[in-house]
Each structure stands twice: as C-alpha cells, then as structure tokens.
C-alpha cells in the first residue's frame, strides 16, 4: 500500500497532474514524484512524518516546475495546497 497526493493542474495552458507517493505501513519507503506518465522521481525522505515528506516531495516538484505557468484547471493561480 502507499499514499499518494495527486493534484491536476495546468502546466503552460497544458492539463498536466503532479504525483507524490510515499509508503502507507513504512512512510519513508517507496517516496517518489511524478509530473504527468513520465517515470517516477525516487527520493530519499528526510523527514520522518508524512506531513513532512510530503512537503520535501511539494518543494521537489516546485522546483522541477519553476518557471513554468503553474494554475488549477479553472486557470487561477496554482498555490500547492
């Protein structure tokens, strides 16, 4: 089993979705990111709280996708919430 925090998002006008997994019975086991089919981003977790991993795996994402136009499907401005 694992969680997953999934958003659909657009990406330069483009639907795109933006995964993170981390592990459900270990939470620091099987933590990767993901930007729409390409494979998956393995990380190593730094935190112990799932809370935690989850914003490393966010400020990953963030990054990967700076400078890009980053908004909800409805077109306001992303806040990765």
């Known amino acids: 089993m694992s969680i997953r925090w999934i958003r659909n998002v657009l990406v330069d006008d483009e639907k795109c979705t933006v995964e993170i997994q981390i592990g459900d019975r270990k939470i620091g086991d099987k933590c990767?990111?993901?930007i729409n089919t390409?494979?998956?981003q393995w990380f190593e977790n730094i935190f112990d709280t799932r809370a935690?991993?989850?914003a490393q795996g966010i400020d990953i994402l963030r990054k990967r996708l700076d400078g890009k136009k980053l908004?909800?499907?409805d077109?306001?401005?992303y806040d990765w919430q």
């Open 38 to 40: 390409e494979v998956e």
């Open 71 to 73: 908004t909800y499907p």
């Open 75 to 77: 077109g306001r401005p």
């Open 52 to 54: 935690d991993i989850i």
């Open 32 to 34: 990767y990111t993901r």
